[in-house]
């Protein structure tokens, strides 16, 4: 379990973390979500005693993350955003070296990462620096997890990866999470949140919401509609002239048009429209993505600042 | 308006690391006025094609021409001619705002008069005509992200090719950016996107997909959907790429 209790860390005058609270509980899934420069390294480096809190406190199982420093990097796996293993020793060293600054040995906990270390074990005596980004993060996962972790703080681990590769890596996630370990991981990329157990959403060092995905969708507090037509970028100008309107966003070839609850219906949305000449579309309801949900918490957080 | 002339036509682009096959036959023409998608996995070979095609690498053979510029004999022609801006590269951060545009305005070889009256009209456009003299290091990383992006494109480029350019940028700068890219495609500039977010596969008007150093689709978004009976994009990329 990790408790979070009021982390504060400023640089200069910008506020990295401000007074954020948190509760990750033993054996979930939780996932940090949020653009760059939200502060979500900044909250990692303090849990992995990479950095010092300005002020409040932070447990890891029970250990202080400032006394306890020594016995909480026992008990971690961290894989930093940036690629941090050995680029002149090869996969197979950077292993070993791992299990043996932990004191322990590759066999002992090869149960582990056996499935994901097999992907790379035939370029085992390649050196890492040469490696694909796909099989880096393989790999730095590999050795993150080789002492046997109970808590796993995984940074940005999918940024810059296809598609296909962060699936795989998320499917990598959950049977690490069946087998009990405790994960923290952040992702720039909204779409991978409903994979996870519980879910913060943080912009500018500050947690927005904290909540199962599927309960943060459905309560999406304003009106959502899908509108479709044929000259999407006009329609989504058009829009952002409708009276009350709170914001419109193309999702892919869609718009989604946000309206305060119980302002619109699909009727009053068309009309507005045809008075403008645009006639050949459709409004419908839409249930939010997280992305909606993040828009609408961000221009709500602009609109009281 | 997209028209059917092209801007960068590839035959049979071929480029060879060793052994090692990392651009296996491309063949593919971008159109002047077109938003086109670029993807593919990880080491599909998209960063070897976009580097050959900025003339940066010399293919092992093919027949490819950029903005009408032979990519073999006239790379410094084609340099001329097109805009690049990526996630990792962009502007210098030590420099100001301003400092950064005279920079770039004089590798491009603009005139001073031409330089200033773009750089008055394209701050005041994205409202940062306040904030010429802030260092790029202290700015936000959305608006870096705009900035760069009309920067590579101050000299009027035929082409502009960004390599992964919303990567880790909040949702609605996101959207904000592909305004700015819609604003130059009205412009007449021809913009050449890689992308790791699916639905900015659909805001392009063709998008081709790599694998294993081959282009294994290409196609408009919708047309795409339609053959891998797929309800979006990353749904068809999944089905490709996997």
Redesign the interface.
């Known amino acids: 379990m990790i408790v979070v209790n009021e982390l504060h860390k400023t640089y200069g005058e910008t506020v990295a973390l401000g007074k954020v609270s948190l509760t990750v509980k033993e054996g979930e899934l939780f996932g940090l979500i ?5 502060g979500k390294t900044s909250l990692m480096r303090i849990l992995m005693s990479l950095l010092l809190p300005d002020g409040g406190t932070a447990t890891m199982n029970g250990l202080d993350i400032v006394r306890d420093y020594k016995k909480v990097r026992l008990i971690t796996g961290y894989m930093p955003g940036k690629f941090s293993l050995y680029p002149d020793l090869t996969v197979e060293e950077n292993l070993q070296f791992f299990a043996t600054v932990f004191g322990t040995t590759i066999q002992e906990n090869y149960h582990l990462i056996k499935e994901i270390y097999q992907q790379i074990e035939p370029y085992k005596t390649r050196r890492a620096g040469k490696l ?3 099989m880096k993060q393989k790999l730095a996962l590999s050795c993150a997890l080789i002492h046997k972790p109970e808590i796993l703080i995984l940074d940005e681990p999918t ?9 795989e890596f998320w499917e990598m996630l959950k049977r690490l999470k069946a087998m009990g370990i405790t994960i923290l991981v952040s992702t ?4 991978e949140a409903t994979i996870c157990d519980r879910i913060a959403l943080i ?1 500018d060092g500050h947690l927005m919401s904290v909540e199962t995905p599927l309960a943060m969708m459905q309560a999406f507090a304003e009106d959502l509609w899908a509108v479709r037509s044929k000259k999407i ?1 006009h329609t989504s100008k058009l829009l952002g002239q409708l009276p009350s309107m709170i914001s419109v ?5 869609v718009l989604h048009l946000v309206t305060p609850k119980g302002k619109h219906t699909p009727q009053s949305i068309k009309e507005f429209l045809s008075l403008h000449d645009e006639s050949e579309l459709t409004v419908e309801p839409a249930l939010a993505t997280i ?1 909606d949900v ?2 609408l918490l ?2 709500n957080r602009k609109a009281k600042s | 308006m997209i028209t059917k002339e092209p801007v960068i036509t590839v035959k049979n682009m071929v480029k060879k690391f060793g052994h090692f096959v990392a651009n296996d036959n491309l063949n593919f023409e971008v159109y002047k006025g077109e938003i086109f998608g670029f993807l ?5 070979g998209k960063t070897t094609a976009i580097r050959i095609l900025c003339g940066l690498s010399t293919p092992t053979s093919g027949e490819m021409k950029v903005a009408g510029f032979d990519v073999f004999r006239q790379t410094e022609k084609i340099k001329q001619n097109i805009g690049y801006m990526s ?1 990792k590269f962009s502007l210098y951060e030590d420099l100001t705002i301003y400092q950064n545009i005279r920079f770039y305005g004089g590798v491009y070889g603009m005139k001073v008069a031409e330089r200033k009256a773009r750089t008055t009209e394209m701050l005041d456009r994205l409202g940062l005509t306040d904030y010429e003299n802030r260092k790029i290091g202290d700015l ?3 608006w870096k992200q705009k900035l760069a992006f009309s920067i590579a494109i101050l000299h009027q480029p035929k082409i502009v090719f960004l390599d ?1 350019p919303t ?7 996101r ?1 904000q950016f ?1 305004n700015l890219i ?1 604003e130059a495609v009205e412009k007449g500039i021809t913009v050449f996107v890689t992308t ?4 900015e596969a ?2 392009c008007d063709r998008v081709s997909i790599m694998a294993d150093g081959r282009i294994v689709a290409l196609d408009t ?2 047309k795409l959907k339609e053959q891998y009976n797929a309800s ?3 749904e068809v ?2 089905k490709i ?2």
């Open positions: 949020g653009p760059d420069g939200a694909s980004g796909g940024t810059g990866v296809d598609a296909v590769s962060r699936k720039p990329y909204m779409d912009q970028y966003n193309s999702f892919g070839q992305e993040f828009i961000m221009n | 593919g996995a990880n080491g599909a996630q936000p990383l959305g992964e990567g880790g940028v909040d949702p609605i700068t959207r592909w819609y790791h977010y699916m639905d659909e805001y978004p919708e979006n994009m990353d990329f999944l790429a996997r």
